[in-house]
């Protein structure tokens, strides 16, 4: 998608100029030059602990194998806003920046660019023979376009490819020319394929970008993870020291998700898709083979089992038969493979996935090994007799399903039609169809001797029955759900799905089984017991695989593997409930519900968590420094290394240039950030003077605990819910996280971000053409919350036009000597004053809740257009200069969290000698509530007329208009008011109140009026869910003629008329009565003058 023009569609007057945008980019880098020179967001601490005065912000550092795009910018704007704001409020605010570089995408990367640079050095090599190649391919393509030409016929046995080999490699997509695509020299491309050269690389220019965007960090504590930074990398290994002396660190086989490529675990930042996804565990059954078919008779001599896998291993009971693939749904060609298993002399028919799968989980001989021994046609499985585990048929036979998924599972799949509605109706299919059994060669002896076998008891309650009634009880809830959706065949999909998720739900939740050695138990305890039983009498194994197809950053698809490894014991009962318990005390602020309700359900399945690699960059386990710990591991608590990092390091982010304190990595011991972060006793033997320790503990003492940190909700599944864990685990109470704010994804232009399509856009890029605040105020109008967000070229090139704009407002006001001085004496100046009060304190209350798009429109698009109605009210008479000037200073200030450089130049125009960086959110006054509605009354009132005179224009000729104002109501609707306000101050509206209210007996000498009554209720009842008990006074609290006559000649020009006239309802004639809807309180009537 190409790029919308930064600023032709912006209204600069030159077509395809892009002077408003320079013009912004000139005034952005003027402010930063003097944020730089006055140092205005380092800031140090101060004694004791920080509290409520101090705001302590992070942001998850961002992974350097690229540039920074407006996604990550997204989620980072909302802690800069909140920086903004913060400081206006007069706290001491604190954001640090870090870049993370642990794990495997940066090694992947650089392994990926490695083979495409010995490709391409192969294809040099090969240049002469392709070109061999292609002149004959053209000599032979040239020979038979003659032939064709003189009428001969080409040879057909010949075929000629359109493409040569060389052609058809361009344009595959590379990691050579994934960096490219982001400007990088193609000389400096091959340096790419040393790892940490992309640390030295990519984190200054992400700090260059942020920079340009404007954002409040202290650099001075910037740093790049992993052991190349010998700092970070103390800290890290201090971290999982406390770990495991408090036990939360363990060692054994534990399943994972793996990635046979790079021969470790692939965690969530490894994955080029799949986050989030983990293992699922099955049981296999095993079913004996009793009698091979022709295709595997060279099996003969061996034992061979199919494996099913299945969740439900009490309901093994219920087999009938065994279902297979015959073929894709397209009719090609399926095939299961027949692999030598852990188990002497027996071999598995499986699918190759779950092949691969097994030899990941020692149930192969030999690790990361599927030996094949024979590929079998899905067709050719049809009709195999086996002996199936527990339940009491001889035998079964395998039978073909077309709904079988050789993706997931084994691709076998054991059959329990009392209990799962899609072996119901496929086996009542072949029943009933003897056409479907011939297409397959199914015999009927395979088929129709073979019965639902009853084994589960379950309540069954139609969803059609009476409220109240008892459910029935039912074994064979497949059977019944059919019938209840109405499942004639496996075409009826919907049906299918409702049947099958009721079973599912009713079975294992209250069924109890009605046969074997749990007979009586519920389906919940037995499934233990019978998963056990089976294993220890071999007729099962225990398996894994990933939840969802998972591809590592190599490139490959992951399997689950069982392996040796260190693992965090996240979901430890104690541990899990110490979190819950924050998370829910009321001490953590998440901002939306939806935030909260997520970490509920993570912390409800969240378990024991692989933390160790075998390689990859990062900090080299400390007791066993075969493994280095895994990038989403050690990105927990590096919230406190920011506290005090410019004291351990300076200058280049990895840690070769010491900080202030001039201390040496090697001496930061265990014990000595124990004293510095634990309140442990001074380290004995230290190189470090105490003086300097002390200053690293005054730091961390000042800022922790971290106030916000800001992320988006996809890291609460892992990163977020770890960073409670962890802080949970080894800080005291008093330093737990105080609160976090979550975010959807962001879209650009109503579209899912993508480089592969092109709709894609970086921070740079960006900047480059919105400039700094046109993108951050496109930005704040992309959304809050978890739904997804929406940046749109159209919005950022409008906000240059509007700053731009309201710079050339300033700058006119300020020079403008024909405004008016003096006392606010005009009824337009106090509601103008009183709307600036009420904005202000409006968007204050959106900055504190985090909600940033309604900041935006509090404090900008309502105050600007409370701005416009003024200057057009005032018309003649102008605007009040004092009264210009309170709203410039206050929406300067209002705005600045947002867009802080157009800020910082208002600021400076105006005469402040301080930065913007120094002021405080505005001392309003408090807001007149009747100055509101009377300004809200006048709003509504014109709009009204507008409508009014636009449709009498349809028809006539309007030259003026004469307005009705009533005091009062009528008598019946007086009635009617009362009765209503005296039913909302009691007991409320009841949802059938309308129906029942002309019974009521105060309305009784209404009822011949019921026509007109009823719609005046429902309207002021629709009224009083928006303003309130006010909606149904008898008499509004205001002068209506005052407010009109005042506004008359606005009005006029508003309306296009020449003349208006306002009188009292009471002075109307009888003609214009009978006309006319009376005018109540609060809405008057109009009626037209005609034009000669």
């Known amino acids: 998608m190409a790029d919308a023009q930064p600023e032709a569609a912006a209204g600069d007057t030159k077509g395809g100029s892009f002077a408003r945008r320079d013009k912004l980019i000139d005034i952005q880098k003027k402010a930063q030059a003097r944020w730089d020179a006055e140092k205005c967001f380092e800031q140090d601490a101060e004694e004791g602990e920080g509290g409520d005065g101090k705001h302590f912000v992070t942001f998850p550092y961002p992974y350097m194998n690229g540039m920074l795009h407006i996604g990550h910018t997204f989620s980072l704007s909302k802690t800069e806003f909140s920086m903004g704001f913060e400081r206006l409020q007069g706290k001491k605010t604190l954001w640090p920046f870090g870049f993370h570089c642990t794990g495997m995408p940066i090694q992947a990367a650089a392994d990926n660019l490695r083979r495409d640079i010995i490709n391409m050095y192969k294809d040099l090599n090969t240049d002469e023979e392709e070109k061999e190649a292609e002149a004959a391919a053209e000599a032979e393509a040239k020979a038979r376009a003659d032939a064709e030409a003189e009428g001969a016929m080409p040879d057909l046995t010949k075929f000629v490819g359109k493409k040569t080999k060389a052609q058809s490699k361009k344009g595959k997509g590379s990691q050579w020319q994934i960096l490219e695509s982001m400007d990088i020299e193609r000389e400096i491309v091959p340096k790419f394929v040393d790892p940490h050269f992309w640390l030295q690389y990519f984190p200054p220019l992400a700090k260059d970008d942020l920079k340009e965007m404007g954002v409040k960090v202290d650099w001075r504590r910037s740093f790049i993870t992993t052991s190349v930074n010998p700092y970070y990398d103390a800290f890290i290994q201090w971290q999982f020291l406390k770990l495991k002396e408090l036990e939360k660190v363990s060692f054994g086989k534990r399943y994972s998700v793996f990635s046979p490529c790079d021969k470790q675990i692939c965690a969530d930042h490894d994955r080029a898709t799949g986050e989030g996804v983990g293992p699922q565990e099955y049981v296999l059954i095993k079913m004996e083979v009793l009698e091979l078919p022709a295709a595997m008779k060279s099996l003969e001599g061996k034992k061979v089992v199919m494996l099913a896998a299945t969740l439900r291993p009490e309901t093994m009971y219920g087999q009938t038969n065994c279902w297979v693939l015959p073929h894709e749904k397209d009719g090609s060609e399926v095939y299961y493979g027949c692999y030598e298993t852990c188990t002497p002399g027996e071999i598995a028919v499986v699918a190759e996935r779950a092949a691969m799968n097994m030899a990941y989980q020692g149930l192969t001989p030999e690790f990361g090994v599927a030996n094949l021994v024979l590929r079998v046609k899905g067709r050719d499985m049809v009709g195999i007799p086996l002996k199936a585990p527990l339940t009491a048929l001889e035998r079964i ?79 064979v809830a497949a059977v019944v759900a059919c019938e209840e959706y109405k499942v004639a065949s496996q075409n009826d999909k919907a049906a299918l799905l409702l049947a099958k998720a009721k079973c599912y739900k009713l079975g294992f939740y209250e069924g109890k089984l009605t046969v074997g050695d749990c007979k009586g138990m519920s389906v919940q305890d037995a499934k233990t017991k019978i998963k056990a039983q089976m294993l220890a009498e071999n007729l099962a194994y225990i398996y894994a695989e990933p939840e969802k197809e998972v591809m590592s950053r190599s490139g490959n698809e992951c399997v689950v593997a069982l392996t040796d490894q260190w693992y965090i014991k996240y979901g ?34 969240l378990g024991e968590w692989g933390c160790s690699r075998s390689f990859g960059l990062g900090t080299l386990l400390p007791w066993d420094k075969q493994f280095v710990i895994e990038s989403l591991s050690d990105s927990t608590i590096y919230m406190a290394y920011y506290t005090f990092a410019h004291i351990l390091q300076s200058g280049p982010f990895d840690g070769s240039v010491p900080g202030e304190g001039n201390i040496a990595a090697k001496d930061l011991t265990e014990e000595v950030f124990d004293y510095v972060m634990l309140e442990k006793p001074f380290p004995k033997d230290t190189a470090i003077p105490k003086e300097t320790l002390d200053r690293m503990k005054k730091e961390f003492t000042y800022w922790y605990p971290v106030d916000l940190r800001v992320s988006g909700k996809d890291l609460i599944q892992n990163h977020l819910t770890f960073f409670l864990y962890n802080h949970c685990a080894i800080f005291p109470k008093k330093q737990w996280p105080k609160s976090i704010r979550t975010n959807g994804h962001l879209q650009l232009n109503g579209e899912k971000m993508s480089k592969s399509t092109g709709n894609f856009k970086t921070l740079r890029g960006a900047i480059q053409d919105y400039s700094a605040d046109g993108m951050r105020f496109a930005l704040a109008l992309s959304g809050d919350g978890n739904e997804d967000a929406n940046f749109e070229f159209d919005v950022a090139n409008a906000a240059i036009l509007k700053l731009t704009n309201e710079i050339q407002f300033v700058e006119k006001s300020l020079s403008d000597t024909s405004m008016r001085t003096g006392p606010l004496s005009l009824f337009i100046d106090t509601v103008f004053d009183n709307e600036i009060n009420r904005f202000a304190r409006s968007a204050e209350a959106c900055y504190s809740k985090m909600n940033y798009r309604d900041a935006m429109v509090e404090g ?9 109605k003024y200057r057009a009210m005032a018309g003649p008479v102008g605007m009040h200069k004092d009264l210009v000037m309170r709203f410039i200073e206050v929406q300067t200030i209002v705005i600045s969290p947002i867009c802080p450089h157009y800020s910082e130049h208002i600021w400076e125009l105006t005469g402040h000698k301080d930065s913007i960086m120094a002021a405080r959110w505005p001392k309003v006054g408090e807001v007149d509530p009747m100055l509101v509605r009377m300004n809200t009354y006048f709003d509504k009132t014109l709009s009204d007329l507008r409508s009014k005179v636009e449709k009498a224009r349809t028809k006539n000729k309007i030259s003026g208009c004469t307005i009705f104002t009533a005091e009062e109501f009528l008598d019946w609707q007086q009635t009617s008011l009362n009765v209503l306000r005296g039913v909302a101050a009691g007991a409320g509206f009841s949802k059938d109140f309308k129906k029942g209210m002309m019974a009521l007996p105060e309305m009784a000498p209404l009822k011949a009026q019921t026509k007109v009554v009823m719609p005046f209720a429902a309207f002021c009842m629709d009224d009083f869910d928006a303003r309130g008990i006010e909606a149904f006074e008898l008499k509004v609290p205001y002068d209506e003629m005052k407010i009109l006559q005042d506004s008359m000649e606005y009005m006029k020009r508003e309306l296009g008329l020449d003349e208006i006239v306002l009188e009292k309802w009471t002075n109307a004639d009888a003609a214009t009565v009978k006309k006319l809807q009376p005018a109540t309180p609060g809405k008057p009537a109009v009626n037209w003058i005609f034009a000669a």
């Not at 479907?436 to 059609?464: M, Q």
């Not at 953590?588 to 509920?600: A, G, I």
Request: aromatic share 10%; proline share 7%; hydrophobic share 35%.
């Open 397 to 475: 036979y395998t039978l073909p399903m077309l709904t079988i998924s050789m993706k997931k599972g084994t691709g076998v799949v054991t059959s329990v039609p009392s209990d799962a509605p899609d072996d119901y109706i496929a086996l009542m299919d072949l029943k009933k169809k003897p056409a479907l059994r011939e297409k397959y060669g199914v015999k009927d002896e395979w088929v129709l001797p073979f019965e639902v076998i009853p084994i589960i008891a379950i309540p069954y309650k139609r969803d059609d029955a009476k409220e109240g009634s008892e459910p029935v009880v039912t074994d």
């Open 860 to 868: 900008w698009d309502k105050m600007q257009s409370a701005r416009d």
């Open 572 to 605: 430890e009962e104690a541990w899990r409930s110490q979190v819950a318990e924050h998370v829910s005390s009321g001490g953590m602020n998440y901002y939306t519900e939806d935030t909260k309700s997520r970490f509920d359900i993570a912390l409800g399945w």
